[in-house]
């Protein structure tokens, strides 16, 4: 059974969102305050974690942030704030999905059951055997899921590797903002298409000699991205 934890300081907003996981089969449990959330997140063996932005002690951001030093399970972001710069910002800390209230409860299990299942596919599957891509100073071991710039190691997020993976597989390709949404998110309908555009700008700023001047992820204007060999 998958674990999940909720991070929401409204306690009935909490106890409905476990509910409905809960009848879709997911172990949920709840904390209330940020630096409660963090520990217990730190302590225990999670698969995705539900973080509301606005908590006492420790926000929502700061649990994101120190999350992806040392895990890369599907973190999804809640917040009553619409601005973009909270969606970049929950984002570009590593992120993978950020959602605005109110929401329905049912698309919140969507979303879960979407990077529960992408996560998995992309973790689990180890068959494919071209397992490294080497492209000029850049490697990238899809089986470690490792990244290698020079020889030094670069850390990634989870969907930051996805991408990246998928991009240097598919090379000379371009592929839409709705493509890539599509093919890593498996979410065709319900995403924010500022996701792709925050993932390769933190890519393009770990891989990037000059990131505003890009070898690898090239900009096709009007049209979509893609890895040049």
Not at 60 to 82: L, V, Y
Request: aromatic content about 8%; proline content about 3%; some cysteine.
């Amino acid at each position: 059974m998958k674990r999940i934890l909720i991070v929401e300081d409204e306690r009935s907003i909490a106890e409905l969102e476990r509910d409905y996981l809960e009848i879709n089969g997911y172990e949920v449990d709840i904390e209330c305050s940020g630096d409660k959330g963090l520990i217990q997140a730190k302590n225990n063996s999670y698969d995705l974690l539900i973080l509301d932005i606005m908590l006492p002690e420790i926000d929502g951001f700061e649990i994101c942030r120190e999350m992806r030093k040392i895990k890369d399970i599907p973190i999804i972001m809640i917040s009553a704030r619409k601005e973009d710069i909270d969606k970049i910002r929950g984002l570009g800390l590593g992120a993978d999905d950020y959602v605005t209230k109110p929401f329905s409860p049912g698309e919140l299990v969507a979303r879960v059951k979407a990077h529960l299942s992408r996560y998995e596919r992309l973790i689990g599957n180890k068959e494919d055997k071209k397992d490294e891509i080497k492209i000029r100073a850049l490697t990238i071991d899809k089986v470690s899921r490792r990244v290698f710039l020079n020889d030094n190691e670069l850390i990634l997020t989870t969907k930051e590797f996805d991408l990246l993976a998928f991009l240097a597989s598919n090379p000379n390709r371009v592929y839409t903002k709705e493509a890539l949404f599509d093919r890593i998110w498996s979410m065709d309908s319900i995403g924010d298409l500022a996701t792709i555009t925050v993932h390769i700008r933190k890519i393009r700023e770990k891989i990037e000699i000059d990131p505003s001047n890009p070898q690898y992820i090239e900009t096709i204007w009007g049209v979509g991205y893609r890895f040049a060999i």
